[in-house]
């Protein structure tokens, strides 16, 4: 009677593990309870990146336009500063300039922007190997201290402090030259080119004597 107790009591424990063996083993696969319901969990967000910069141009610098320029200085033009040698012309200014009138004037010539259309637009005035001269008749560029063309005498006389002197024009008939010479800052000279409506038509700054040339380099 003993032995047949004993052997129901062995029976049923080795139920009981079977049982406690499966229900953990559906425990361990069974998917985990949400904390809350699936329709009421937000989708996940991600912040908008922000704006990144342009990268940096690699073309050559061109001057501002509009009269925002302001690398023009009575010292030279940027890092093209007046007295350096034309072969470092182009490591200065950060670019390719194109040689004007070398060949017919190896004194005295120009070296220009390749985006200048005409090198009155824009260009730099060779001496004797050295630069000693540049000037615009654009619009859009200013002169030192802001001068620009199409501004009338009254208008630069008031933004320079009355400061610029006034001498007849060599070739336009009622026009006149306004110029201005640097103070403390290098031996230079500011010259403007005014029509006979009293007009800017052109500006340049340079060393003297070439800064005075009334015909380019002729």
Not at 2 to 22: E, H, P, T
């Amino acid at each position: 009677m003993n032995r047949k107790l004993l052997c129901m009591a062995m029976i049923a424990a080795l139920a009981a593990c079977s049982a406690d063996r499966d229900g953990a083993s559906d425990a361990a696969t069974a998917p985990p309870v949400a904390d809350q319901p699936a329709e009421d969990i937000p989708p996940a967000t991600m912040p908008a990146p922000a704006s990144l910069p342009s990268p940096a141009s690699t073309a050559m610098p061109a001057p501002a336009a509009d009269g925002a320029d302001t690398q023009a200085s009575f010292a030279g033009y940027g890092d093209v500063k007046f007295g350096i040698a034309a072969a470092e012309m182009e490591k200065a200014w950060g670019g390719e300039l194109e040689t004007l009138g070398k060949d017919a004037n190896p004194s005295c010539y120009f070296m220009a922007p390749k985006w200048v259309k005409t090198p009155a637009e824009f260009a730099f005035m060779i001496g004797d190997g050295k630069f000693v001269r540049y000037g615009s008749d654009s619009t859009k560029l200013a002169a030192p201290g802001g001068g620009k063309v199409g501004m009338t005498v009254e208008e630069l006389q008031a933004l320079y402090h009355d400061a610029l002197q006034s001498t007849p024009h060599k070739y336009v008939e009622g026009g006149h030259y306004l110029s201005m010479s640097a103070s403390g800052v290098a031996p230079s000279k500011l010259v403007f080119e005014t029509d006979a409506a009293g007009k800017a038509t052109a500006w340049r700054v340079g060393l003297s004597p070439q800064v005075d040339y009334v015909e380019g380099c002729s």
